[in-house]
DNA sequence: GCCATTAGTTAAACTAGATTAAGGTTCTGA
DNA sequence: TCAGAACCTTAATCTAGTTTAACTAATGGC
C-alpha cells in the first residue's frame, strides 16, 4: 500500500530495512482516516495508539481549569503523536489529540511496538532516535517559552514551520505559542508596518 | 566498585541482567566528581558525555540574551543528564550543566554507549525508556508552564520535589520555575499566612 | 442559499509578574 | 577573621500580555 512508503522511507533515515522486514512491518500497523474535528484521543481515557501522520494535521492539547486550550504539539505528515505518558503507562491521558484537517495515518498499540522490537530488534533503534529528537523539541519549546517574548517566539515560530503559519487559524497558532488570539492578532499588525 | 551499583539497581528497574553483562557494562563508564560550582558542560562546546548522577546535585539552564538563567532541569542522584541535542547530533550545545553541590557521576559517550547498544542490545531498551521517560517530563513542565499561574507551578514543585525545595537556595528555584527570585519571596510570605 | 456559529480586528481597562532599590543576613575563601 | 559575594525580604513602580467588548469577515451545516 502507497501510505506505507511515507513510513519506510521515515525509517531509512536512520536505518535500512530488506524488502522481508518491510513486509513483516507492515503487520503492526493499522490505517485510519479521521474527519476535520474528529477525536483520536480524549482526556481522561487511555492512549492505545501512536499514530503517524501520512497526511493532513493534527494537534495534540491540554484543556485548563478554565477551559482554555494549550497545544503542545502539531503533527504534519511526516511526524509521529501520541500522549506519550498514556502511551507507556496506560495511564489516563491528560492530553486531547484531535485532526485540524481531513488526515490519514497509521496506527501501532504499545503492545505491537513491543512486539515489533523483538522481531526486528533494530526498530528500538529507530523508536529511540524518535524520542531523542522529540525530547530535544520538547526542551527546546520550553527553553523558548521562559526566555523569549511572545512577538520573538512567534517570529522563530515563522522561521521554523513557514507551512503551518499560513495553514492554521490563528487561533490555533496562538494557543501553541501559549498566548490570546487577541494578542497574536496584534503582533502581526505592528510586524507589518 | 560501589558506585556502579546505583546505576545497576537503576537499570534493572527496566530490564535483568547477569552478572557477565553487568561486568561488561562497566567498561563502558567513567567515574568523575565536580566541586560545587564546576562546569560539567559549558555553552558552545559539545556534550561529549551522558551523566548519571551518583550523589549531589547537578543543574542544566540557558542563559538569555540578558544574561538571566533558565533551568530546565535538576539532577540529583538516580538521574541522567546532558544536553540532548548536542549529545545526539553534535552541535554546539546551547546549554550549561553545572554542580550545584559536590557531585559524583559516571559518565559515557555517544560512541561508547551505542558500541554498548551492539555488545548488549536490551540496554537500547533502557536508554529508550529513560528518554521517553525524560520526554514525559518535559512535556509536562510545558504544560504546567503554558497553564499554572507562579504558585500553583510552585505549589507542584514543593508535591514533586520536597528535599529540593529544602536543599536548592530560591535563586534556583525561582529560576526553574521561571519567575524571579523576588516574586518567589512572596509566594512563599503568601503561603505562610 | 441562509442564518448561526466561528474567526479576526481594534481599543480601553486591568493584572500577574518584572524591575528597581534599599537594607539585612549568611557563606566563603584568601 | 573579615571582606566581598551570594542570598533573602519588602515595597513602589512599571509592563507584557489578558480581558472584555463591540464590530466585521468568513465558514459551514441544514
Known sequence: MEEFNLLIKNI?????????????????FTFKKLR???YFLQEGDISHYSAF???GCMRSYYVDVNGFEHILQFAIEDWWITD???FTKKTEAKLNIDALEDTEMLLITREQQLKLFEKIPKLEK???IITENGLISYQNRLLESMSLHAPERYA?????????????????????????PV?????????NQ
Open 36 to 38: 476535520k474535528r474528529q
Open 126 to 128: 529507530y523508536f529511540r
Open 84 to 86: 506519550m505518558m498514556s
Open 53 to 55: 501522520v501520512i497526511n
Open 183 to 191: 494578542f497574536l492578532s496584534k503582533i502581526r499588525n505592528i510586524n
Open 12 to 28: 531509512e533515515k536512520h536505518l535500512s530495512l530488506n524488502e522481508t522486514e518491510k513486509e513483516e512491518l507492515r503487520q503492526f
Open 156 to 180: 522563530n515560530f515563522i522561521k521554523r514551520y513557514p507551512a503551518l503559519n499560513k495553514r492554521l487559524p490563528q487561533t490555533q497558532i496562538a494557543a501553541y505559542l501559549g498566548i490570546t
